[in-house]
């Protein structure tokens, strides 16, 4: 998978040296899933995990709260 591949790369070439952000939907349990192929994953994983720092958010989204005020308001 070119994606993956792609991913790997990018995560490699910036391990130990900068700092990489990763926003997604997508919950930290299923990401080694949602990569695919065991090895790749492992490797990826590995390193993004290796000194991260996670922030996860909760609460409704920003959109769906202007949304219910606009909905209010008219």
């Known amino acids: ?35 695919g192929e065991g ?4 490797a990826i994983l590995d390193r993004m995990v290796h000194s991260s720092h996670r922030i996860e958010l909760t609460g409704e989204s920003m959109r769906k709260n202007k949304m219910k005020k606009a909905q209010i308001n008219s």
């Open 39 to 42: 090895t790749i994953a492992d």
């Open 1 to 35: 998978d070119p994606a993956r591949n792609a991913l790997m790369d990018i995560v490699e070439q910036k391990y130990d040296k900068t700092s990489i952000i990763i926003a997604a939907q997508i919950p930290v349990k299923n990401w080694h899933e949602t990569i």
